[in-house]
């Protein structure tokens, strides 16, 4: 009898110790993903670093991001052509506000703020704050894998792009009546003065 009681008094302490043991685990993991994602936003978005996109990206890489890129797998390369972009045409000044882990998936919410120094910077992109959420999946060698993208483009001027384009076909659009209108006064004047 007791060395039934001392067995099972050995078995919850060694389950103990595993349970413990595996939730300090889970949380160097989850660490060690926010410092990778840190780390990628301060070399690609808070400092011109991009070539160090190799350091956090795997080879190829799923994006979800908001317009056509849903679902679609591109090599790293293209996070750093992105990042490049945007610094050959201007200048970012950003911050991460907060950042949340569970498991391989790292939440943040940064804020973007860029400074357009080219024509193309200023009519493509435009200056001003962006508040953005990435959640990144990054494997078990620390490589993000899965990026979903939320950005909150209402605020730029891709907005006043979709607002004009939006205004010129309702424009189209009445402007046909309005001809049909005109041309059938015409008629109705020349009839009348006849």
């Known amino acids: ?14 389950f103990n110790l595993y349970a413990q043991n595996e ?20 070399d690609l978005w ?12 795997a080879d190829e890489y799923v994006v979800h991001d908001i317009g056509e890129r849903k679902g679609v797998t591109e090599p790293a390369i293209e996070q ?6 945007f610094w050959e045409n201007g200048s970012w000044n950003s911050k991460i506000n907060y950042q949340i882990a569970e498991g391989d998936l790292v939440a943040t919410r ?12 200023k009519m493509a992109i435009g200056s ?13 060698e620390g490589k993000i894998v899965e990026i ?4 909150h483009d209402i605020d730029t001027p891709q907005t006043l792009q979709f607002t ?3 205004v010129l076909t309702g424009l189209l659009i009445a402007l046909i009546p309005t001809i049909i209108a005109f041309r059938l006064r015409r008629k109705l004047k020349a009839l009348s003065t006849q």
């Open 128 to 140: 001003g704050t962006l508040p953005i959420i990435n959640v990144f999946r990054i494997n078990d």
């Open 23 to 42: 939730e300090q685990f889970s949380k160097s993991i989850e660490e060690r993903n926010k410092e990778i994602a840190r780390n990628f936003y301060q």
């Open 164 to 166: 004009m384009k939006g």
């Open 80 to 85: 750093k052509n992105i990042a490049d972009f």
């Open 46 to 57: 808070f400092t011109n670093n991009t070539d160090k996109y190799v350091d956090y990206v």
């Open 1 to 14: 009898m007791k060395s039934r009681i001392l067995t099972l008094i050995l078995l919850g302490f060694t």
């Open 110 to 121: 940064w804020e973007a703020t860029y400074s357009p120094s080219s024509l193309l910077g």
């Open 148 to 151: 979903w993208n939320h950005r």
